[in-house]
């Protein structure tokens, strides 16, 4: 619905990247890419896919993360920030970059958030770094004046990120941790039920894990508000030709298809994924076996 | 063969190759599965500058896969387990294969049947359509239904396949069958496919592999077992090719199997191979293909080799001084 609107050319361009920064926030990395080209594409919500370990790699399939903040060009060109979590082959190299460092960046890739076209209150929830997106999305909800409420989640205070970013870009921030090391004690769905009364939340957006994205879509869908779910599939191409990152989702016509999350996402309307069935093919999707028929 | 001399500027290397009836500007395609129909990777370069697309597998009717997980990252490789997800042969003709035609590229189409009829179907509706470069036939992709019923590991289903096709495509359009390096004797399903009429050979899909999640030591993928596929995989694929290209030297060969690079394409070349193809490389470097044409006019030139004619088959020839690329 948001797609196309401008004559912008918004088609993903593969860049090699220098590394400009690198540093450590919490439990996670904060990288910044010097990625002329992906910056004045962007929209909250897109994402980039990093080739990693170099051009002789052993581990070939690209990256994919959430874009943080890009700045246009500027004295060091234009620049696009991620935030990782080095827990696998992949970003524990990513890790060990340091500043002047090459890497194959390809972006932007993906759908990004649907905006209102009314200046509605909306929630902005994020789980562990999956907060990342929804900074420049405040930004872009701000500019049309829209409320913005954001809900941070973590296991505990070192796996937040963004807060006091976020008490900046927000009207409120709700913090909660599994282990109460800061803020509510519980997860995000505890507090976000009393939020969306007490604004008149219209739209609810997230990021994180999947199932923290299902639970807020229910909280929303009782609520009456749109959600609309930044979705982590895991990816090989990120550009949509390999066919891995495919979950069920219906369309428009009522028919459930399995998508890709690269292209038709990462973002999708949260009441139209169907949640529990995530890692099948649930029966009536179009094209799938036909029980008995050949 | 033509004596290597001193190195020659690039563009002065001729790419060009013949396949069966299908003559290419150059021998770099892509990979069936790994470029869906040609207009993801046009965001990043000219299709039009590829010898050919080879697209994803086109079925007959409309298909959704297999549940996810789909994927598992192996040691230089990947193993997938996709299950041949795609539109039907109706939305390809009407929306893929045009928009292939309109941006001038050249598609060697791959079609997947489940019996002799759909593959005799897909033919025809395929072979009959203008502008199709050749037709790979997939016999041997390992995500189908029963695993046990891969038409390229048996050589008279592998024929009785090629026949079906071979009769209802025109002449003309070249029919090539992309064979499963599975196999006690690969000669032997291509000696089958050939009697039968293949115009030649794509050699190697996948091979059937296992990965366990570390956590819970069960199957990652959703269909159990998946296509292994990137450079891990190279070392067989090239095998495959010299052993068929020695066993019967005058059969179009297209190779591929872990080709990430012009010096990987080189080999493949002399290893018999008439063109190559690049697939999972894709998933690391979107630019893939063009860039592996690139290397490979810079491989040829370097060694002094000023068509790809003179390389194809070096590997079964004897020794001689073949220039080394200067340092």
Not at chain 1, 171 to 188: A, F, M, N, R, Y
Not at chain 1, 203 to 229: D, E, F, K, R
Not at chain 1, 264 to 278: H, L, N, Q, T, Y
Request: hydrophobic residues 45%; neutral net charge; charged residues 15%.
């Amino acid at each position: 619905m948001t797609t196309g609107t401008t004559g912008r050319d918004r088609r993903p361009v593969q860049v090699l990247a220098e590394v400009f920064s690198i540093k450590r926030v919490g439990d996670y990395f904060h990288l910044t890419l010097v990625a002329d080209g992906i910056p004045e594409r962007t929209r909250p919500g897109n994402f980039v896919a990093l080739a990693v370990g170099g051009p002789s790699s052993g581990t070939l399939l690209m990256r994919a993360f959430s874009i943080y903040r890009v700045r246009p060009a500027g004295v060091y060109g234009g620049t696009v920030e991620i935030v990782f979590a080095a827990h696998g082959a992949g970003t524990q190299w990513m890790a060990q970059l340091t500043p002047h460092d090459v890497v194959d960046v390809v972006g932007p890739l993906g759908r990004p958030f649907a905006l209102p076209r009314e200046p509605v209150a909306c929630a902005l929830v994020g789980g562990g770094y999956g907060s990342a997106p929804l900074f420049t999305l405040a930004e872009r909800l701000r500019e049309r004046t829209c409320g913005v409420h954001m809900v941070l989640g973590a296991a505990s205070e070192s796996s937040l990120f963004g807060v006091l970013e976020a008490r900046r870009a927000a009207q409120s921030v709700t913090v909660t941790t599994v282990d109460g090391s800061v803020g509510i004690k519980g997860v995000v769905t505890d507090p976000l039920p009393a939020l969306l009364s007490r604004h008149d939340i219209e739209v609810v957006y997230s990021c994180g894990p999947m199932g923290m994205l299902q639970a807020v879509t229910t909280v929303a869908n009782a609520h009456g508000a749109w959600s609309q779910t930044a979705v982590e599939e895991s990816m090989a191409c990120g550009i949509g030709v390999c066919m891995t990152c495919v979950l069920p989702v219906m369309g428009e016509d009522g028919v459930t298809r399995m998508v890709r999350s690269c292209v038709e996402g990462p973002v999708f309307a949260g009441d139209k994924v169907r949640w529990d069935d995530i890692g099948t093919v649930p029966p009536g999707t179009y094209g799938a076996p036909r029980v008995g028929a050949r | 063969m033509a004596a290597h001399g001193a190195p020659l500027r690039p563009e002065d290397v001729d790419l060009s190759t013949v396949l069966a009836d299908a003559y290419l500007d150059n021998p770099v395609m892509t990979a069936s599965g790994c470029a869906a129909a040609g207009r993801e990777l046009h965001q990043f370069f000219d299709v039009a500058e590829l010898g050919a697309v080879v697209t994803k597998s086109i079925m007959r009717d409309p298909r959704s896969g297999r549940a996810t997980p789909r994927m598992a990252e192996t040691p230089s490789g990947m193993l997938n387990s996709i299950g041949l997800q795609g539109p039907g042969i109706d939305a390809f003709l009407s929306t893929d294969l045009p928009w292939l035609l309109q941006h001038d590229a050249r598609p060697i189409v791959s079609i997947a049947g489940g019996s002799l009829g759909e593959y005799a179907e897909l033919a025809r509706r395929v072979g009959n359509s203008p502008g199709v470069a050749a037709i790979e036939v997939n016999i041997s992709c390992p995500n189908v239904e029963n695993r046990g019923l891969v038409f390229a590991c048996d050589p008279v289903q592998a024929g009785r396949v090629l026949s079906v096709v071979r009769r209802d495509v025109p002449r003309g359009v070249a029919v090539f069958a992309k064979l499963s390096p599975d196999v006690t004797d690969i000669v032997e399903v291509s000696r089958a496919v050939l009697e039968a009429g293949a115009d030649g050979l794509v050699m190697i899909n996948t091979l059937l592999g296992l990965h366990l999640d570390p956590g819970t030591l069960r199957p990652t993928l959703g269909g159990v077992t998946g296509g292994l596929s990137g450079p891990a995989v190279k070392p067989v694929a090239l095998r495959a090719v010299w052993q068929v290209a020695a066993a019967l030297p005058s059969v179009p060969i297209i190779g591929v199997g872990g080709i990430r690079t012009g010096a990987d394409a080189l080999e493949f070349l002399a290893a018999g191979a008439s063109a190559v193809q690049v697939g999972t490389a894709i998933f690391n470097d979107p630019a893939a293909p063009i860039r592996v044409v690139r290397e490979l006019r810079a491989e040829l030139a370097a060694r002094g080799i000023g068509k790809v004619s003179e390389v194809i088959g070096r590997a079964h020839q004897p020794a001689s001084p073949v220039a080394q690329p200067l340092a």
